[in-house]
């Protein structure tokens, strides 16, 4: 299937075609707007990685570092999961990709491997699925987590950490798609 032509050849998507902007977005209310902004950064993740095979995926930054847009797709879904599913409501699983044994899991193990990406998606929307659904069950910004040693956090400091957290390798996306192939994001 051709794609089609772009108005704006230097934006990634043309404003009409970008699927983070809702003209029915009516966020007033602070849970309403901090969701929207979280909402609004996956997607720029999941747009930086859009149309790339594992070989692509997997391609390091720069020497030494180990960071790769797979790295950084594994290392999301691992931060999903140890702030919603395990620090606030004290699930015991095994944290993602056996960050349990070794901090740097989620990037090491991030090699150009079909399964690999692929499992890596499926966990990242998984985790994402999870913590969308806490958010919306949660009964005020107010609740604290109940993991016992992580220490307190309301849903609140949580939505904002995130925030920071996706707005922050949003950008280190930027600059590793760029390095593949030049596209440079908006």
Same mark, same amino acid.
């Given at each position: 299937?051709?794609?089609?032509?772009?108005?704006?050849? @230097?934006?990634?998507?043309?404003?009409?075609?970008?699927?983070?902007?809702?003209?029915?977005?009516?966020?007033?209310?602070?849970?309403?707007?901090?969701?929207?902004?979280?909402?609004?950064? +996956?997607?720029?993740?999941?747009?930086?990685?859009?149309?790339?095979?594992?070989?692509?995926?997997? +391609?390091?930054?720069?020497?030494?570092?180990?960071?790769?847009?797979?790295?950084?797709?594994?290392?999301?879904?691992?931060?999903?999961?140890?702030?919603?599913?395990?620090?606030?409501?004290?699930?015991?699983?095994?944290?993602?990709?056996?960050?349990?044994?070794?901090?740097?899991? @989620?990037?090491?193990?991030?090699?150009? @491997?079909?399964?690999?990406?692929?499992?890596?998606?499926?966990?990242?929307?998984?985790?994402?699925?999870?913590?969308?659904?806490?958010?919306?069950?949660?009964?005020?910004?107010?609740?604290?987590?109940?993991?016992?040693?992580?220490?307190?956090?309301?849903?609140?400091?949580?939505?904002?950490?995130?925030?920071?957290?996706?707005?922050?390798?949003?950008?280190?996306?930027?600059?590793?798609?760029? +390095?593949? @192939?030049?596209?440079?994001?908006?």
């Amino acid at each position: 299937m051709a794609s089609k032509a772009q108005k704006y050849p @230097d934006l990634w998507v043309d404003p009409e075609d970008d699927p983070r902007e809702s003209a029915t977005s009516t966020a007033t209310d602070e849970r309403s707007v901090l969701v929207e902004y979280l909402r609004h950064f +996956r997607l720029t993740f999941e747009m930086k990685c859009e149309g790339l095979d594992a070989e692509q995926m997997a +391609r390091r930054s720069v020497e030494p570092s180990t960071m790769s847009l797979l790295g950084l797709l594994r290392h999301l879904a691992a931060v999903e999961q140890t702030w919603f599913r395990i620090t606030m409501v004290n699930e015991d699983v095994p944290r993602l990709w056996g960050k349990d044994d070794e901090r740097d899991a @989620d990037f090491d193990g991030a090699v150009a @491997d079909d399964v690999v990406v692929a499992e890596a998606w499926e966990a990242w929307r998984r985790e994402v699925a999870y913590a969308v659904e806490f958010v919306e069950r949660a009964e005020s910004l107010e609740v604290v987590s109940t993991h016992a040693t992580r220490g307190p956090i309301t849903v609140r400091e949580l939505l904002v950490h995130m925030i920071e957290e996706y707005a922050r390798h949003c950008g280190h996306a930027d600059l590793i798609r760029e +390095r593949i @192939d030049g596209r440079t994001g908006q």
